[in-house]
């Protein structure tokens, strides 16, 4: 009689566990299609501010489109951005008070440090007359997509944005990138 119990909950357990490895693998295949619908709002932002696909550009707005753009943008940012730092919060809560400790605090304080400058700056550009922002700091760069008026940006456009950049981080004029979205 007992074998025949351990035998049943032996065979429950692991229909539970495939269960569970198929639900996983069933989250993990949407996950997929909605990285590959972010990746394509991505390649609408380009340099010349032209979509990557044409029919995409067909279906929206020019002006729909970058706002999307900017908003899958600032998605995907603020994501990979909530992933470190929970990572990192591990990290000091079970490495405490050790040198990968201090390493991970150092690390979540520059990253909350860069989060904020990035905000300010987006908010600085914004409140300077352009319609959208995303600013992206990078180790030795910092690159900034704007909403550029049809004309595109003029010479004192990117002076101004260059001196709120400049003003709200320590990266010189050689370490900024400009990307206008039309």
């Known amino acids: 009689m007992k074998i025949w119990k351990r035998n ?7 229909v539970l566990i495939c269960a569970g490895v198929y639900l996983n693998w069933n989250a993990s295949q949407k996950t997929a299609v909605d990285l590959t619908q972010t990746l394509d709002a991505q390649q609408v932002l380009s340099s010349t501010g032209a979509s990557a696909d044409p029919a995409l550009e ?7 489109s970058a706002a999307d753009a900017f908003a899958q943008i600032r998605l995907s940012r603020q994501e990979s951005r909530d992933g470190a730092v929970e990572l990192l919060q591990e990290t000091l809560a079970y490495e405490d ?8 605090a150092v690390s979540l304080d520059n990253l909350v440090r860069d989060a904020l400058a990035e905000s300010q700056i987006e908010s600085l550009v914004i409140a300077k007359g352009f319609a959208d922002c995303v600013a992206y700091m990078g180790e030795n760069t910092i690159s900034i997509a704007v909403s550029a008026p049809a ?14 950049v400049t003003a709200q981080t320590d990266y010189t004029l050689d370490e900024i990138r400009i990307i206008e979205v039309k």
């Open 8 to 14: 049943a909950i032996v065979a429950t357990v692991l």
């Open 58 to 64: 067909a279906a929206a707005e020019p002006a729909a």
């Open 151 to 164: 004309e595109g940006l003029a010479t004192s456009d990117v002076a101004l944005i260059s001196d709120i």
């Open 97 to 104: 008070g050790s040198d990968s400790a201090a390493a991970a």
